[in-house]
């Protein structure tokens, strides 16, 4: 199973909007509303950021939405902050009965 | 509140094994399935496999398959990740993931991670 492609990465000023996508194929990401992304601080464990393509788990900022359309996943954060700067997964159930993720984007707050 | 906590930093020579605990608390442990996943230095996030908290059945992705073995104490609600014959390119942070509330089959809450330097 190959990894989804993300961005290696992006960047915005803060108060922008920005949006990370995930492509994957119809085995993966177009076929199963189970997308998830995360976000890693350096030396930090991965936060679940959403899940099921949109959904927000309790205390993440509604700065942070997901969407899909085909096979591609996308992350947008509005009105980025300094705290935003972070490594950003996406990740997707397979066909397979597999989880595979992508290779990460790294976000830098200008 | 719910909570992975692992074992500590490992090092250890080619050759060795090593075994990474990740206990839970908070949640019913046999109620969620358990995903480990590998992050090598300065590299992303690869699945690993997941175990079935109540059967105990492991399944492991491409590449994880004969010196990995995951296993479980549901008595004090840990999990288990063994390697084997543990070569430089073993050397990774380990983190142990629980699957999503509601049935979804992704990671949720996660561990703090466990890195296992492998050098001789």
């Known amino acids: 199973q190959s990894a989804l492609t993300q961005p290696a990465s992006v960047s915005g000023s803060p108060g922008q909007s920005i949006t990370i996508s995930c492509t994957g194929t119809s085995s993966d990401v177009g076929g199963y509303n189970y997308v998830s992304w995360y976000q890693q601080h350096p030396g930090k464990a991965p936060k679940l950021m959403i899940y099921?393509?949109?959904n927000r788990p309790s205390g993440v900022p509604d700065r942070f939405s997901g969407s899909k359309s085909g096979n591609t996943a996308s992350l947008t954060i509005s009105g980025l902050q300094a705290e935003d700067e972070a490594d950003y997964y996406c990740s997707s159930y397979t066909s397979s009965s597999t989880v595979v993720f992508g290779g990460g984007t790294k976000l830098t707050v200008l | 509140q719910v909570q992975l906590v692992q074992s500590g930093s490992e090092l250890k020579k080619p050759g060795a094994s090593v075994k990474v605990s990740c206990k839970a608390s908070g949640y019913t442990f046999t109620s969620y399935a358990m995903n480990w996943v590998r992050q090598a230095p300065g590299q992303g996030l690869e699945w690993m496999g997941w175990?079935?908290?109540?059967?105990?059945?492991?399944t492991y992705a491409q590449g994880f398959t004969g010196r990995f073995v995951f296993s479980l104490d549901t008595s004090v609600s840990t999990a288990y990740l063994q390697i084997s014959s543990l070569k430089a390119e073993d050397t990774a942070v380990y983190y142990c993931?629980?699957?999503?509330?509601?049935?979804?089959?992704?990671?949720?809450?996660w561990g703090q991670g466990t890195l296992v330097t492998v050098s001789s």
């Open positions: 099921e393509v949109s």
């Open positions: 993931a629980r699957d999503g509330h509601g049935g979804s089959p992704l990671p949720d809450y």
């Open positions: 175990i079935n908290t109540n059967t105990g059945n492991p």
